[in-house]
């Protein structure tokens, strides 16, 4: 059993969730392979596929849609599960799931979406960036939820390998 994870992220902090997951499903005894969603000629090589993105104004990142879209025929015979980056805060806000979501879940029948808290690194926004972020006054700070993050990869990990004893 082999799983892609790939994850489009713009500040490289999605992609840190991409690592989290992978790691967690090798550790669960699932082969996984993290890679950008650019550059994806085929799918063969692997039984399953994560997609994920961070979120920006609301709809993922243009690399993970494309990714998604040109891929559908081949995501429509793997198993699917999407995530997505990018509420922040305490509570986390925004609460609700990207708008391109539902979509992609229905174009490639992906088995389930999970919204993940994000991070906001000052640092490493932009002038822009950071007039938009004062602007709707998100907070900084690194709000992931690790071992939520984990626990879902070991979950999709357990359903591979029922799938692949069954």
């Known amino acids: 059993m082999k799983v892609l994870v790939t994850v489009a992220s713009k500040h490289g902090n999605t992609q840190g969730i991409g690592e989290a997951i992978g ?11 993290v890679r950008a969603p650019a550059g994806m000629a085929d799918l063969d090589e692997f039984d399953a596929v994560i997609v994920g993105s961070g979120v ?25 599960w999407l995530f997505s980056s990018g509420p922040l805060g305490d509570p986390p806000k925004p609460a609700e799931d990207p708008v391109d979501i539902g979509a992609m879940i229905e174009l490639v029948g992906a088995r389930g979406h999970r919204l993940f808290t994000g991070n906001l690194d000052r640092e490493q926004l932009g002038l822009g960036e950071r007039a938009v972020t004062r602007m709707v006054r998100a907070p900084y700070g690194d709000f992931r939820a690790w071992p939520e993050i984990r626990a879902w990869a070991a979950e999709i990990a357990g359903t591979l390998r029922a799938v692949a004893v069954g």
């Open 56 to 80: 920006y104004v609301g709809r993922w990142l243009p690399d993970a849609r494309s990714f998604v879209e040109q891929h559908a025929d081949e995501l429509r015979r793997h198993p699917v």
């Open 23 to 33: 790691a967690a499903l090798t550790d669960a005894g699932v082969e996984a392979e």
